[in-house]
């Protein structure tokens, strides 16, 4: 029966520590990739898949002027799956204006940027795209708003 008993305790002693371990090692995982989210964001997203903030930083990476069609693409997926889990990223919006800029659609970029800086009021590419855009445009009140 001591026996029995000792067994018993050992187990759920056992499944304690264990289960403890493993919400360390969740804990870990989860801090370092919000540590490293904007300056590594690749290495964030292996620490943590589901990291809305790392996934705007690597979409926001691979969506640059000289990028080509698949990598536009794929930075437009990830910036769409970092809002899925948080709506706020200014910088997510901010990638898929800028997508939607190198592919040619001039509006849907406009109103991608305008929604990505009210999103963020300190969001500055926003701000300073749509200065540029205005300029372009000939809207000196646009470009002063």
């Given at each position: 029966?001591?026996?029995?008993?000792?067994?018993?305790?050992?187990?759920r002693?056992?499944?304690?520590?264990?289960?403890a371990?493993?919400l360390?090692?969740?804990?870990?995982?989860?801090?370092?990739a919000?540590?490293?989210?904007?300056?590594?964001?690749a290495?964030?997203?292996?620490?943590?898949?589901?990291?809305?903030?790392?996934?705007?930083?690597?979409?926001?990476?691979?969506?640059?002027?000289?990028?080509?069609?698949?990598?536009?693409?794929?930075?437009?997926?990830?910036?769409?799956?970092?809002?899925?889990?948080?709506?706020?990223i200014?910088?997510?919006?901010?990638?898929?204006?800028?997508?939607?800029?190198?592919?040619?659609?001039?509006?849907?970029?406009?109103?991608?940027?305008?929604?990505?800086?009210?999103?963020?009021?300190?969001?500055?590419?926003?701000?300073?795209?749509?200065?540029?855009?205005?300029?372009?445009?000939?809207?000196?009140?646009g470009?002063?708003?």
């Amino acid at each position: 029966m001591a026996i029995a008993q000792n067994s018993a305790w050992l187990l759920r002693r056992l499944i304690v520590a264990a289960t403890a371990v493993a919400l360390a090692i969740g804990v870990v995982k989860v801090s370092l990739a919000r540590v490293v989210d904007t300056n590594n964001p690749a290495f964030a997203l292996t620490m943590n898949a589901n990291d809305a903030r790392a996934m705007a930083a690597q979409a926001e990476r691979l969506a640059q002027p000289q990028a080509s069609r698949t990598e536009l693409a794929r930075a437009a997926e990830l910036a769409r799956k970092a809002l899925g889990r948080d709506a706020t990223i200014a910088p997510a919006i901010r990638t898929l204006g800028l997508a939607a800029d190198l592919s040619g659609e001039r509006e849907r970029a406009a109103a991608l940027f305008r929604f990505a800086a009210r999103t963020s009021f300190r969001d500055l590419p926003s701000q300073l795209w749509l200065i540029q855009y205005a300029v372009e445009r000939d809207d000196a009140a646009g470009a002063l708003n």
